[in-house]
């Protein structure tokens, strides 16, 4: 089964930046989609941004021009930089990816990583 492991959250300032990494492990398995979800306390989980595996992105509104997705195709690995950090920006981020996987046979899976969390405070 397809595992994800995320790094790089931790404590910046407002205006600081952060990088995310998240690294997809296992075995026969093809990625489609990856991308960065968060919650923010007492909030619903909430899409960050996604990209393909041709390259296509979509972000949320909130992030447009201060956070940048993207993807190492041969490392199964997916990057979130963070610029002009808020502290609305402040959550929990998950990884997510989406594809097929053999576990005895083909099959379609959706996997997401345990959580980093990031808090934007001076």
């Known amino acids: 089964q397809v595992q994800l492991v995320e790094s790089g959250g931790g404590l910046v300032q407002p205006g600081g930046s952060l990088r995310l990494s998240c690294a997809a492990s296992?075995?026969?398995?093809?990625?489609?989609?990856m991308g960065w979800y968060r919650q923010a306390p007492g909030s619903q989980r909430e899409l960050v941004a996604v990209?393909?595996?041709?390259?296509?992105?979509t972000y949320a509104d909130s992030v447009k021009g201060r956070f940048t997705i993207s993807r190492d195709n041969a490392k199964n690995t997916v990057y979130l930089q963070m610029n002009s950090l808020k502290p609305e920006d402040a959550a929990v981020y998950y990884c997510n990816a989406d594809g097929r996987e053999f576990f005895f046979r083909w099959r379609s899976f959706v996997s997401w990583g345990q959580g980093t969390q990031v808090t934007v405070s001076s």
């Open positions: 990209i393909t595996n041709g390259g296509s992105t």
């Open positions: 296992g075995s026969g398995f093809s990625i489609n989609a």
